[in-house]
């Protein structure tokens, strides 16, 4: 059983909420219900999180108090909030009647996960597993705990920053246990409760939310259609003071941007004049679809060695199931790292770290082919856009997971609340606002097999069709099969 924990206030939820409602519903109720299991879905609203008193619910969404109890009857129903007489409500762990959680497997299930963009492992996975295995006899011996991270896999990550245009010694990398992970311990690092965080608008939510976690605010600073507003950073920096920034160069995530060379000068100029850290997040830095990634930018650390933090990760290059990711900085600050880490943890798992060195050993072919594989997903889903919701725009990304797609009305958060019935799991775009906003955007990835893609665009476009009123589809005409 949840025990419930914090609580949300009514204005929160409402602003949480969005856009939920169709204009005109009648289905007010179901409407809310499923709006708010969005947000318990994509974690939004935890486990434990205490709900408002209903009154106070009904005054901020603004709807009838009737309507606030059918709803949440709905999802006591399905075990997603549960209430005890004085204590209030308090979201709960579904029960497994629900059967859409975020783990929910992507393909042979009746639900597609159109939300998260991170691809299956690549195949050599499991033969650097096998390799490792017959060589770990000789690892047994050793303690296993390595705070800085295996030298092995050190000593590879830095010769790959070498090979990127990047000179970098094993003394400036520390491993973590993902990005996620070394941007936590970075945000530990230079931030305390209420310094603030320059971020881009919009940004990753995971990164968000770790920047919410550690009490920092984070100050956004919109994105343009082509890219990053240096002035408009240069003057937040002046302006807010941030303790440092968090930035996706290299295929931001969700728009797909990349920062070039002289742009990355010019930010360097910025950052030194600001004596503000860059925090640079390099996730997705080796999926450039079009051309080399050894042939792209310079890593941003290139042109401000000092000020930047360089976050990166196995996630989207081999396998997010390795949960290995690592920080490259000054010697000095690696060492300030690992010892505000020991607090957290001690090391990151040795035979993990052991099969990404030897998945690094060589690791272009591979790459090269997960490129081309995801190449050719971008361009089903970006015919399969054309064909089903052609009034949406988006700009061909060069790189990543994702594309960034512009609705024809603000209606992200009614799509993703209509899908879920229909077997499509998606983020709708106020994911990745720093305080939500982005109704007229959806982010929508390309990591699944042609086949899946097909079927997803297919339903998406029902799904937009019968929020938006255009097509001849009503809601009731796309009960799509999902199997
Ligand atoms: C920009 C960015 N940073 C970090 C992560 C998380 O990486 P990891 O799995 O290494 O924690 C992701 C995953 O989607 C990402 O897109």
Known sequence: MTVPGG??????LAHLLG????????????????????????????????????????????VSRTMITA???????????????????????PTGTLGITPDTPLVGHSMIDFARAAPPALPGVLEAFDTVRRRLPEHLADHGYYEHGHPDLRQRVAD????????TSPDQIVITSGAQHALAMTLRLLTGPGDRVLVEQPSYPNALDAIKAVSAIPVPVAMTDTGWDLPGIAAAL??????????????HNPTAHRLDAAGRAELADIARRARTPLVVDETVAELDLDGDPLAGPPPMAAFAEDLVITLG???????????????????????????????????????????????????????????????????????????????????????????????????????AVVAQN???????????????GFERWLRLPYVQSPEVLRDAVQRLGLVAASVTGTGAATEEDVAIPVA
């Open 7 to 12: 609580r949300i206030s009514g204005f929160r």
């Open 19 to 62: 856009e939920w409602r169709r204009r005109g519903a009648r289905q007010g109720s179901a409407d809310l219900a499923a709006a708010i299991r969005l947000l318990v879905l994509d974690g939004r609203l935890p486990a434990g999180t205490r709900l408002p008193a209903e009154r106070e619910l009904a005054e901020a969404l603004p």
């Open 71 to 93: 709803a949440l009857d709905q999802l006591r129903s399905e075990g997603l909030v549960a209430s005890r007489r004085g204590a209030g409500s308090w979201i709960s762990l």
């Open 160 to 167: 790959r920053y070498a090979a990127r245009g990047l000179p």
């Open 238 to 251: 002046r302006q807010a003071a941030p303790r440092m920034a968090y930035l996706v160069l290299d295929f």
């Open 313 to 415: 990760s196995a996630s989207k290059s081999h396998w997010g199931g390795l949960r290995i990711g690592w920080i490259r900085a000054s010697p000095e600050v690696v060492h300030r790292l690992v010892s505000t880490r020991t607090a957290l943890d001690l090391g990151s798992a040795v035979v993990d770290q052991l099969v990404l060195a030897e998945l690094l050993a060589d690791p272009d072919p591979a790459l090269r082919d997960r490129r081309v594989r995801l190449a050719s997903q971008r361009d089903v889903l970006m015919d399969g856009l054309r064909e089903h919701c052609p009034s949406w725009r988006f700009t061909r990304p060069t790189g990543g997971l994702s594309v960034w797609c512009e609705l024809d009305a603000p209606v992200s958060t009614r799509i």
């Open 422 to 436: 229909h077997g499509l799991r998606l983020a709708p775009g106020s994911r990745f606002g720093a305080h939500g």
